[in-house]
């Protein structure tokens, strides 16, 4: 029997304390004893001091409300506080039952000479309950009046006394198919039956296990239990696999690939386990969505039946989104070790599962462990989908029975494990508690991180999608899938569906991969639906898990069964789901996943661009007629076509290649504006601008951020700076680094760099050092009149000269030949032509450093500065030269600290503006 203190869901522990503490009372005055002090008071803990009435004696009482079973932590603990203070006696109260090494401490306590054996009392529930029917505070379970409610004992589990505010009260659970479906209620006082609704309802919110099941089990005929349907479980949902190796369903097992060392590691776990060399009895695969967490457990599941794993082990895989109520974690467990019986692991014993907080106690359960154990076999119980559990309020109470069996599982150290798959990329709140509980029970589990594919795995994974599909991929389209697919497994299944159907109708041609728009490939899964099935869609990833019954009615059956043959809807028992998280998280937000693009080209930029002019727009240009024109070796071309094949600049057919059909022009800056767009969702540029934006950065750094870009990447160190100049110049090109003196400063200019001198080794780098040449209002000034004029002549006859060497260094102005254009794209960007200089001038290192050194001395002349910044950087300026610069350098670093709202832009002393 099992004590459950229980207060209404949201109020403060102290509420049952208060309850926990009058048992206790109840129970101390029961066996002659008064409480002369509170010695602590915590949330369900409880220290007293109580004195005999008879013979006075006094005792040190803990009493502890624990839902977790006793540990022997706890009885070392009380020992020592008795044997400190020296107490008479030290007794244990407690709701829970002691756990394995507690109950060791017990036995061998009880052992020693009785002198000593006395100094220590523990009551367990069943001391509680007899001593409290003792001295009749509580009546005997009123056993015959329940069996007679639900037509015989084995309809009846665990009975329970729940203490509450609303009173005290005998509970039972009625049983169905051998697992808890109701309970049945009796004052605990004078043993009568509680048939008042008002009482039911106000016990059903109590923060319990036993509150979340039926509680009018036995109210009139009409509520009697059906017995006529005790055989049948609650329908649990397994893991279900893919029809083919096209379905988007998790991969048969025939069909999986990869996670060797994975798969490796669960199975040596459970041998672990087999052979007692573990105590640990909780795992987890976790990963983001789509990298194939169900079909991992599919493929284990099916390892552990085959010829050599099958008699040792037993794998059973639950969907989690079938579940509706708490009764589906029950059903879970008694229909694994139903089925594994089945499958001649352990004894056939009759199971039965009688209480739910606790379901590894049912005694028939107990016993079935035990025969485990004696046959050397382990049984592997695992819940998919588990963060169904705690991403919407209502599924907490299965959530609270999950946690309920993990807990009991990883104490109990027998021969069953338990495994749960979730993805870490939730959109779960994190306010909600069922999250911060999971969280807090990680030190109960181990943990199996799934990462992308490496290349051997998507190798392995594109030759198995050859054999299905009968068709022999060009290396090159191989190539192009591999880099495409950036090792997500979703993707890389979705590109090959895609090809797959692309060479159905006939068109084999690599450009149908050539642009990789995961927003694309969603919206052809759209087109083919009509309106009704795609508004069916959008309720159902909005209800996930959906009823399938409440869908019918909204949709309409031959609308939803339409959407079930297209696969993009998948029925887990009665609930239904669409197809991936990915594709639910996209119909309901409009958003798609970020895929991080970490293609590394294997030719340069210039490389690229003198094959791009050579294309053309209406057809296909044959590699041997491309060399030509380019005078490069043909297989050279090969190569720098499927560079600009990658980067979305041009379309193959074999070793044909032609302008990108989004693009279709000759035009440099057309392309480079492109390759910029790519460029953005690069991960070295993503990452850089998260880390250092608008600071400098070294080639040293730019290799480091590369390499932690692709983690699974092994290059030589020469082979990752030849990669990480090609990047560099790209992303200098299409305006995302700049070149400062054989350094880089992350800062986006807005638009592609046309002024091919600032790019390269032998072009004109820019001076590390800002010697404002100019006066940030002339510079200003010279933005406003370029606006009017794009004459170079006309503007160095106005004085604008070294203006303009200003507002080239910022990437704001191109020249070529005699004219003058405005980087109108990042001038927008900023905001305006003052936002842009003030922008410009603040992501200079040497600003910064002038910043520091007047806030250092704010009365810090200008030929002091110039003296400072000269010496610091080597510069070897005269004495008028470092008063020049300086004085100008002060000026614009007051104008900078004073932030672009003030509406002074200061002219630096001696210089026209």
């Known amino acids: 029997m099992k004590i459950e203190v229980a207060s209404i869901v949201g109020e403060p522990q102290k509420v049952k304390g208060d309850l926990f503490e009058k048992l206790s009372k109840d129970l101390l005055e029961a066996l002659g004893y008064d409480v002369i002090e509170e010695i602590r008071f915590v949330g369900v803990e409880l220290d007293l001091l109580c004195k005999h009435r008879v013979n006075h004696k006094q005792i040190y009482v803990e009493c502890k409300a624990h839902k977790d079973k006793i540990s022997a932590t706890i009885l070392r603990q009380l020992l020592g506080t008795v044997t400190a203070y020296d107490y008479s006696e030290g007794w244990l109260i407690s709701t829970s039952e002691f756990g394995k090494e507690a109950k060791g401490f017990v036995e061998m306590w009880k052992k020693k000479p009785p002198e000593r054996a006395t100094k220590l009392s523990f009551y367990t529930p069943g001391e509680v309950i007899a001593s409290l029917k003792g001295a009749s505070v509580i009546c005997n379970p009123p056993i015959t009046m329940a069996e007679e409610k639900v037509s015989g004992s084995e309809f009846l589990g665990e009975w329970t006394l729940l203490v509450s505010n609303f009173g005290r009260f005998w509970a039972v659970y009625t049983l169905r198919g051998g697992a808890p479906h109701g309970v049945l209620l009796f004052n605990a006082e004078n043993g009568r039956h509680l048939n008042d609704q008002d009482t039911l309802n106000n016990l059903s919110s109590l923060e319990c296990s036993l509150a979340e099941y039926d509680l009018n089990v036995g109210l009139g005929k009409s509520a009697e239990l059906d017995t006529s349907k005790t055989t049948k479980l609650p329908n649990v949902v397994e893991v279900q696999i893919g029809d083919s190796w096209e379905d988007y369903r998790p991969a048969r097992p025939q069909d999986f690939v990869g996670r060797e060392s994975t798969q490796k590691e669960i199975i040596n776990f459970l041998n672990d386990i087999k052979e007692n060399k573990s105590t640990t009895r909780i795992f987890a695969i976790t990963g983001n969505s789509g990298l194939g967490k169900s079909s991992l457990i599919a493929k284990v599941r099916q390892k552990t039946r085959n010829q050599f794993y099958r008699n040792r082990y037993f794998s059973f895989a639950v969907d989690i989104r079938g579940a509706k109520t708490p009764a589906y974690i029950s059903a879970a467990l008694l229909t694994c070790l139903k089925k594994a019986q089945r499958e001649k692991i352990g004894d056939p014993i009759d199971l039965q599962l009688t209480d739910p907080s606790s379901p590894l106690s049912s005694p028939t359960i107990v016993k079935y462990l035990e025969s485990l154990e004696k046959s050397d076999q382990v049984i592997c119980l ?532």
């Open 382 to 913: 695992i819940f998919d989908q588990f963060e169904e559990l705690y991403s919407k309020p209502e599924l907490f109470s299965i959530f609270s029975a999950a946690k309920d069996l993990m807990l009991d599982v990883a104490a109990q150290k027998s021969n069953i494990v338990l495994g749960f798959a979730w993805k870490t990329d939730s959109t779960t709140q994190q306010d909600h508690p069922a999250y911060h509980m999971w969280h807090e029970l990680a030190d109960y589990r181990k943990v199996y991180k799934l990462d992308v594919f490496d290349n051997g795995e998507i190798a392995k994974s594109i030759t198995k999608f050859e054999k299905e599909v009968d068709y022999k991929l060009p290396v090159e389209l191989r190539h192009q899938i591999t880099q495409s697919c950036q090792g997500f497994p979703w993707l890389l299944k979705k590109l090959c569906i895609n090809l797959h159907e692309s060479i159905k109708k006939g068109d084999a041609s690599e450009s149908v991969l050539a642009d990789l728009d995961v927003r694309r490939l969603f919206e052809s899964d759209l087109e083919i639906l009509t309106q009704p099935e795609l508004s069916c869609l959008r309720i159902v990833a909005q209800k996930a898990p959906a009823d399938w019954s409440e869908i019918i009615e909204i949709s309409g059956i031959s609308v939803l069964n339409s959407l079930v043959n297209k696969r993009l809807l998948v029925k887990s028992g009665d609930r239904l789901n669409v197809y991936w998280d990915i594709f639910k998280d996209y119909l309901l937000t409009g958003n798609v996943p970020v895929v991080p693009f970490n293609y590394i080209p294997t030719s340069d930029l210039s490389s690229m661009l003198k094959v791009y002019k050579t294309l053309l727009s209406g057809g296909f240009l044959d590699s041997k007629e491309i060399a030509e024109k380019t005078e490069l070796n043909e297989k050279t071309v090969w190569n720098i076509g499927a560079d600009l094949v990658m980067f979305s600049l041009a379309e193959r057919n074999g070793v044909k290649f032609k302008h990108h059909k989004n693009i279709a022009t000759q035009d440099e800056g057309r392309m480079l504006q492109e390759l910029r767009g790519k460029m953005a969702k690069h991960a070295l540029k993503i990452s850089l601008y998260k880390n250092r934006s608008g600071q400098t950065v070294s080639q040293k750094y730019i290799i480091e951020t590369l390499k932690s870009c692709l983690p699974k990447a092994i290059y030589n160190d020469k082979t990752w700076s030849i990669y990480s100049n090609r990047l560099i110049k790209i992303l200098m090109s299409v305006g995302y680094l700049v070149n400062v003196g054989g350094k880089f400063v992350v800062q986006d200019t807005g638009s592609p760099i046309m002024d091919r001198t600032k790019i390269g080794n032998r072009g004109k780098q820019r001076g590390f050092v800002f010697s404002a040449t100019a006066s940030p209002a002339s510079v200003c000034d010279a933005l406003k009149v370029i606006s009017g004029t794009d004459s170079l002549n006309d503007l160095v006859t106005s004085g604008y000269r070294n203006s303009l060497a200003v507002l080239k260094r910022f990437d704001l102005i191109s020249t070529i030949e005699d004219r003058v254009t405005l980087n109108s794209a990042a001038i927008d960007k900023f905001g305006g032509f003052n936002e842009a200089v003030w922008t410009s001038a603040k992501n200079e290192p040497v600003i910064a450093i002038c910043i520091d050194c007047i806030q250092e001395n704010p009365s810090i002349s200008g030929p002091a500065l110039g003296k400072t910044i000269s010496n610091k950087y080597e510069m070897g300026w005269t004495a008028g030269s470092a008063q020049r610069n300086g004085n100008s350098l002060k000026q614009w670093s007051l104008w900078i600290n004073e932030g672009i709202t003030t509406s002074n832009i200061p002219v630096p002393p001696g210089r026209k503006k």
